[in-house]
């Protein structure tokens, strides 16, 4: 597509339950990437996809957070037993190449998760 | 680790003034690069500018200059005759991590700040 999808934009969701975040990166951007911007705040580094894998999940808040990426393209970012602190929106940005090449990152429009 | 520190939370001026938004990065790397985003109402954030770690050399775009200075650590944005458009959240980045490999791609985003151009 022409820029980053994120899907869906706004979810609500009551605490314990499971959420799912899609991001469709630009089509052959290797390297993909998920932030979150709570309310007033800058990014959090979540995880970083080069291909399909995560050379560094070390943003991952907790064991309920998990990522993946397939076919070089789609990502999933999963939230299990969701908690309130978890409501912010989740960013996704794609870039042509990833590591020491890193340059422009397109950001997605986020998918605003509010946790009741 | 790396940090980037923006201690301007937010900036107020009125259209036509310049305006200076700082951004103060800490990394052990000897390689790194640093990012100027911006994120207006749409919430979407945009591009400004990269550069390596190895060129302090300033650079000007239109209204828009940055002034990368490694003996503090810092890599200052203007604004120049700022305009109403201007008004969003300014982020720096600074993307790191060569030095021991662990941190390859992550790209460490400031607090933000919000700047407000009023007409």
């Known amino acids: 597509g022409a820029g980053v999808s994120q899907s869906p934009s706004n979810k609500v969701t009551e605490k314990g339950k499971d959420v799912e975040l899609r991001c469709d990166p630009i089509?052959?951007?290797?390297?993909l990437y998920w932030y979150r911007q709570r309310l007033g705040q800058g990014l959090e580094f979540l995880i970083y996809?080069?291909?399909?894998?995560?050379?560094?999940k070390s943003g991952l808040p907790s064991d309920r957070f998990s990522a993946e990426r397939t076919g070089e393209s789609v990502s999933t970012l999963t939230i299990q037993r969701t908690q309130q602190e978890d409501s912010a929106v989740y960013l996704c940005?794609?870039?042509?190449?990833?590591?020491?090449?890193?340059?422009?990152?397109?950001f997605g429009e986020g998918s605003r998760l509010t946790v009741l | 680790a790396q940090k980037v520190t923006q201690a301007q939370t937010e900036i107020s001026v009125v259209e036509k003034e310049d305006v200076t938004l700082d951004c103060v990065y800490e990394t052990r790397d000897t390689t790194y690069y640093l990012f100027w985003y911006k994120q207006p109402p749409s919430g979407e954030l945009v591009f400004l500018i990269r550069?390596?770690?190895?060129?302090?050399q300033n650079e000007i775009s239109g209204r828009y200059s940055w002034n990368f200075q490694k003996s503090t650590s810092s890599f200052n944005f203007t604004i120049t005759a700022s305009q109403v458009v201007d008004s969003a959240v300014y982020f720096c980045a600074l993307l790191g991590g060569y030095a021991g490999g662990t941190s390859y791609g992550k790209l460490t985003f400031g607090q933000g700040t919000i700047l407000t151009v009023h007409p």
């Open positions: 996809f080069q291909g399909n894998s995560a050379p560094d």
């Open positions: 940005a794609s870039s042509r190449r990833g590591g020491v090449n890193t340059g422009e990152l397109f």
């Open positions: 089509s052959g951007h290797t390297a």
């Open positions: 550069r390596n770690s190895f060129d302090e």
